[in-house]
């Protein structure tokens, strides 16, 4: 029986990888037809509120939240959060012909979905996938304070502070650093993977050169690995399903807008509020 788990497993992670490569090739084959057309976002995007904010009540989130990310039930707080803005990732990678679930295994791997988290060593780093101020400058985001430095410990303390200040409200924050904006960011991560891809070929496809330039060569084995298995577990229904079920168990006296709530309802909630980021207009 237990060869025969085994057996199965490897045939469920040989289809899967089966899969990645042909997005792969979907990935080589299209683009745009100049690298310089990726350095600038499309469209300025900001807030208006044409979904009004929702009121949660007795919301119980998986996993706790400290610096360095959610601990305790963390892939399930991590997947939890993160899910909130695949409306956002699916419009995104449909745009720039990225494989499926390819930007929101990123989330997973940066920032846990965790809204307003910068990088825990206060690297200058922040965003749902974390960027550096000189590579958000580079692509056209403007940043706090204009910095333009790849590792700045002084910015990673001011955006923490700046957060602070703000009370953690992220209609505010992104007017000081379009990193904030949820879609301007996720936007900005996939014109940087395409914008690497279309260059010159230094990893065994086309994703995977994407990633080296975007992680850099002392990190990207394992931030690959990581993006790889984050994909995994996004297409694994049985996960998906028992994460809805944990959090319906917890969330028993949850109400939304003063309806009894679910799982389904807090994650449609959460995704229209990206409709007042722009993602209407988003194409």
């Not at 998986?62 to 963390?74: A, F, I, P, T």
């Amino acid at each position: 029986m237990i060869t025969n788990l085994i057996q199965n497993k490897f045939f469920l992670l040989f289809i899967f990888f089966l899969f990645i490569n042909c997005k792969t090739e979907e990935f080589t084959r299209t683009g745009v037809n100049s690298r310089d057309d990726l350095l600038k976002p499309t469209f300025h995007y900001s807030y208006k509120e044409i979904i009004k904010e929702p009121e949660f009540k007795n919301l119980k989130m998986l996993g706790s939240v400290k610096k360095s990310g959610v601990y305790g039930e963390r892939l399930y707080g991590q997947i939890l959060r993160c899910l909130r803005f695949k409306n956002i990732t699916k419009k995104v990678e449909k745009k720039y012909h990225l494989p499926d679930n390819l930007l929101l295994a990123m989330i997973v791997q940066e920032s846990g979905g965790v809204d307003l988290l910068p990088n825990s060593t206060d690297d200058g780093g922040i965003g749902l996938i974390h960027m550096q101020a000189s590579l958000a400058k580079k692509f056209g985001l403007k940043t706090y304070k204009n910095c333009n430095k790849l590792v700045c410990k002084k910015h990673g303390k001011e955006l923490r502070q700046l957060i602070k200040e703000y009370n953690y409200d992220r209609k505010k924050l992104i007017s000081c650093d379009d990193r904030f904006h949820p879609i301007l960011n996720i936007d900005a991560a996939a014109r940087m993977l395409v914008y690497y891809k279309m260059g010159k070929m230094t990893q065994n496809t086309q994703i995977e050169t994407a990633i080296y330039g975007y992680a850099g060569s002392y990190n990207y084995k394992k931030y690959y690995k990581n993006v790889l298995l984050y994909m995994e577990k996004l297409n694994d229904k049985s996960l998906l399903d028992d994460i809805e079920k944990e959090f319906n168990r917890q969330n028993k006296s949850l109400t939304i807008n003063n309806e009894k709530g679910d799982f389904d309802l807090y994650i449609e909630t959460h995704q229209k509020q990206n409709i007042n980021y722009g993602l209407r207009k988003y194409k």
